[in-house]
C-alpha cells in the first residue's frame, strides 16, 4: 500500500536533515529514477521502516544490463532488534536486477552475511586549498577541535604553495564547456568505453537526466580535453555553497585513462577554477589505482576508504571484481544532496 507522503516525509525528518528531507519530498522521483523504488515497512498504522534504492544501467565486460543501487535504509528506534531489516534485504534480493552499493562499515558486514560481495578498496580523496574554511574544521568539537584547528595551522603553507601552482596553471587542451549537450558527453563515454571493463552506463539519456535536468544544474560546471571536434575526456564538478564556505566535487570524470596528459590537464583546470572561486577543498571517489596515483601527485594527499558491495551472477562477481572498474561520486548517493 502507498504511504501518504506527508506522513513519509515526518518519519524521514526523524533521522535525516531538515534540507535533505525537503529535497526528496520535492525531488524523490529524479533521485531514485522510478517511484516504484521507494519502500515503507508498517507495524500496525505506524511507519516502521524505510528503504530507497537508485534505478541504473551498468556497462559490465561490454553489456548493459539494468541495476539498482540500494542507498537508504532505516528502522524506527523502537522496532529495531525485531529483524525488520531482513524484510528489507529479502525485498533487494528479490529484484531481477543487479544490486549494487557503498556500505559504511557496519552494513558491510551484514551485506556480507547476506550473501553479498564486497570490497573496501576504493578510496575518497581530498585536495585541501583553505584549510580553516573546510567544515571538517568548523564543526569539530573538544579535542578533535583543537586537532583539526592544528592540522590545518600545520598545512597552510603547503595550500599556500598548491594555490598559487594552480591559479597560475595555463590549461593545455582542457577548456570549460558552459552548454553541453547530451550526446556530446555520451560520444566522448563511448569513444573509451570499451577501454573499462565495469562502469555507469552514460548515454545520452543518462547525461541529460543525472546532470542537464539535475535540480542543482546550476552548481555544475562541465571541462573537456583533448580535440574540441573529439574531445577525449571530460570532467564534472560540482560547486557547493557549504557552512562556511564552497566546496568543489569531481562528481564524473571519464575518458582515455592511459592518456595521463589529458586526464591531469582537465584535473588541473577544474582545481585553477576552484582555487579562483575560494573553494575550501576539492573531493574526488577513485576506484582505478592509476588515477588514484595522479591524483596524489597532484596533491588529493588525504583519504578515507570507501566499500562496495554487490548481488549478481558469477559473470558480474568477475567483472566488479577487476581493478578496471570505475565508480564516481555521481553513482549510486555519493553526491550528497544537503
Known sequence: MEVEAGRLHDFLLRFYPPAKCEFLQTHGDWWYGDRENRWVLLMGDEIAGY??????????????????????????????????????????????????????????????????????????????LFPFHMNQVWHARGWRRVFMKSAAFLISPWTWVMRQKFEGYMPRSAYQVHEPSSDELAAVFERAARAVSGTTYRDSEYFQRRFLNAPYRHELAFYAAGRKEAPSHFLIARYIKRGHGLVTRILDLFGDFEHEECLKDIILHLLRDAANKGSSQVTVLISRPGLQKLLVKLGFLFSRRVRFCWMGDPVHTAVLSSENVHWTLSDSDNDEMI
Open 51 to 128: 528503504c530507497a534504492g537508485i534505478s541504473t544501467r551498468i556497462l559490465a565486460d561490454q553489456q548493459v544490463i539494468p541495476a539498482i543501487w540500494w542507498v537508504d535504509l532505516l528502522i524506527a528506534p523502537q522496532f529495531r532488534g525485531l529483524g525488520l531489516q531482513s524484510h528489507f534485504d529479502r525485498k533487494i534480493q528479490e529484484l531481477n536486477t543487479l544490486k549494487l552499493g557503498f556500505p559504511n562499515a557496519r552494513a558491510a558486514a551484514i551485506h556480507s552475511r547476506h550473501g553479498w560481495n564486497v570490497r573496501d578498496d576504493l578510496q575518497v580523496r581530498l585536495l585541501p
